[in-house]
């Protein structure tokens, strides 16, 4: 297997550099922050070998951000969010759907559905007697103080 050329990112302006040392200081992405410094040090010399050690990350990593950046410059240090998964719902059906969902049941001559039931043992329950109950409905309630 033949070995890789050495990639180093190209000649930058004092500007570039300046911009690229700010956005190590301040970058809140940590991709962004990892692109920058891979580049930085590669600006300074060190091969894609020893970027890699210092930086815990691949080979071909470092190379495809070296390689970016020489050919788009600082867009290539920002991520590439992907907007996440297709929708599976029509614009036209959410335009029907919506208007459904905000009215009320009663509009649509729903009257009886059902209603929780109170999570509060006694409050809207019948009286119950602890000698009757099951032993384990006995067990899920607390028995009263002893005076």
């Known amino acids: 297997m033949a070995r890789h050329p050495s990639v180093f990112v190209r000649p930058l302006s004092m500007e570039e550099g300046r911009r690229l040392q700010r956005v190590t200081r301040t970058a809140k992405d940590p991709v962004r922050l990892r692109r920058a410094i891979a580049v930085l040090m590669s600006r300074q010399g060190l091969a894609v070998r020893d970027v890699t050690s210092l930086m815990q ?5 470092v190379r495809d ?20 998964r297709s929708r599976t719902i029509g614009e036209a059906v959410r335009q029907r759907i919506c208007p459904i969902a905000r ?5 649509w001559g729903i009257t009886a559905f059902s209603t929780p039931t109170p999570r509060c043992p006694g409050v809207g329950q019948p009286e119950t007697n602890f000698a009757t109950d099951s032993p384990i409905r ?10």
Not at 65 to 84: I, Y
Not at 138 to 147: E, H, I, Q, V
């Open 57 to 61: 990350v691949g080979e071909d990593y």
């Open 65 to 84: 951000v070296v390689h970016g950046f020489n050919e788009r410059g600082f867009a290539a240090l920002d991520p590439k969010w992907s907007g996440g």
């Open 103 to 107: 009215t009320s049941p009663a509009d």
């Open 138 to 147: 006995t067990w899920t309630r607390y028995p009263a103080k002893a005076a």
